[in-house]
Structure formats: C-alpha cells, structure tokens
C-alpha cells in the first residue's frame, strides 16, 4: 500500500538556518511526489513537484527538494530560512491514474529570530 | 484565475444535525477532489469527481456523507446526522487532467466544522 512517512513531527531553527524537512514514500512504481505548506488556518499551497527527470527540482520561496529513489525518499531543503516560513509542510505522492494524493502527517516548522 | 473558493469557511452544529459544504474549483478543471484534515493530521483523501461523474469513494466517507457535482462545475459535501468526530477540516481540490499525466492539485482554503 502507499504510504508517505514523515518521521519529524516537530523542528525548530533559527532565522538564516539551513533546513532539511524528510520525507519517506511507499509506492510500488515511480512516483509523483509533492510538498506542500499549510500556514495556520489555511488551505495548502504547492511548493514544488516531482514527476520525472531531474531529480533536483526547484520550487517557489527559494526551496528545493531532491528525488532519491535508492532511499525512497524527497527530503526538502532551503539554504537560508526566514520567520515567515514557520508553518506546517506536507509531503504527498500522487496515486497513478486517480492522482488523489496520499499524504505523511506534515512536520511542524518554528523559526526564532 | 480566482483559485479554488469554498463556502462556508466555518461551521458550527450540534450533533445529529445535517450540514453542506460547496467547493467551486478553478474554472475548466475537469477534476475535483474532497479531502478531510483532523487536527495534528495530513489531509485524507474522500471522494473525486472527473467532471461531473464520481469515480472513487474512500472507506472514509460512510453512509452519511454523500457528495455531487452535478453540472462538472462546483461541488457539494453533505454530512447527515452529524457526529462529534466529524469535526476536521474539509479541503477541496482541482486540476486539470489532460492526456493522462498527473497534474497538480490547487486546495482551497477549507470549511473547518465543529460538532458539538
């Protein structure tokens, strides 16, 4: 069955920290994988995607996550984090066909200045 | 492009009462996705639609949720008899399939419901 780990419930940085948020998929074939950010409140906004080809992809804010297959994993990254990113961030992979997305529990992100 | 909107943003009940939700997707998405957060929770996937037919139901959506999208375009959520552990945040989603290749879902801003 499909399924998407994220094993940290819970980070906090400081501003101008590098980040590194984990996220571990189970599906049988290649994946599309996903991460999204949800601020308090709020619907989910899309940061970045996965569908083929490099496995290094670039998304909005200045974050970035990267595709290991070896590792079934789609960690996301930024170099530099700044207080408005404090909110909740979910990694998603997509079910081939239905594309309904299958989501990890999301990792909670503080910043102190 | 106005995104995906839903209505109410709020709604609070008291148990054994019926509640609906509308989601209007971005306008021409063939498909619409309902999804419902609890707290501390990711989003779980219920129902979707590819215009206006239903293709999939989860075992999450029991006998007192039903859902329509009767003309392809906006959708409704309905809960019968509502119960204490109804309360979440429902989301509603939209892409754009064409040619059969994944697409990317836009979520609205979800209808947070509380049973009392």
């Known amino acids: 069955a499909q399924s998407v780990t994220q094993p940290d419930i819970h980070i906090t940085v400081s501003e101008g920290a590098s980040l590194e948020l984990r996220c571990n998929y189970s599906?049988?074939?290649?994946?599309?994988l996903f991460w999204y950010v949800q601020s308090p409140g709020q619907g989910l906004q899309l940061l970045l995607k996965?569908?083929?080809?490099?496995?290094l992809v670039q998304g909005i804010k200045g974050f970035e996550a990267e595709f290991k297959r070896s590792q079934s994993s789609f960690n996301l990254r930024k170099p530099s984090v700044h207080w408005s990113d404090a909110a909740e961030y979910f990694c998603?992979?997509?079910?081939?066909?239905?594309?309904?997305?299958?989501f990890g529990t999301g990792t909670r992100l503080q910043v102190f200045p | 492009d106005t995104g995906v909107s839903q209505d109410p943003r709020h709604k609070i009940t008291k148990r054994g009462q019926n509640v609906t939700f509308r989601c209007d997707p971005i306008?021409?998405?063939?498909?619409l996705y309902w999804y419902r957060q609890t707290l501390g929770q990711g989003p779980e996937f219920l129902t979707y639609?590819?215009?206006?037919?239903?293709?999939?139901k989860s075992r999450l959506l029991s006998d007192r949720f039903s859902a329509e999208r009767p003309k392809g375009s906006f959708s409704t959520l309905e809960i019968q008899r509502t119960e204490q552990g109804d309360s979440a945040m429902y989301l509603c989603?939209?892409?754009?399939?064409?040619?059969?290749?994944?697409?990317?879902?836009?979520f609205g801003p979800g209808t947070r419901l509380l049973v009392l």
């Open positions: 989603a939209s892409s754009l399939i064409s040619g059969g290749q994944q697409e990317t879902q836009y």
């Open positions: 599906y049988g074939a290649t994946p599309y």
């Open positions: 996965y569908f083929s080809g490099d496995t």
């Open positions: 998603a992979v997509g079910v081939y066909n239905t594309d309904k997305l299958i």
């Open positions: 306008s021409e998405h063939n498909r």
């Open positions: 639609f590819q215009n206006e037919a239903q293709l999939e």
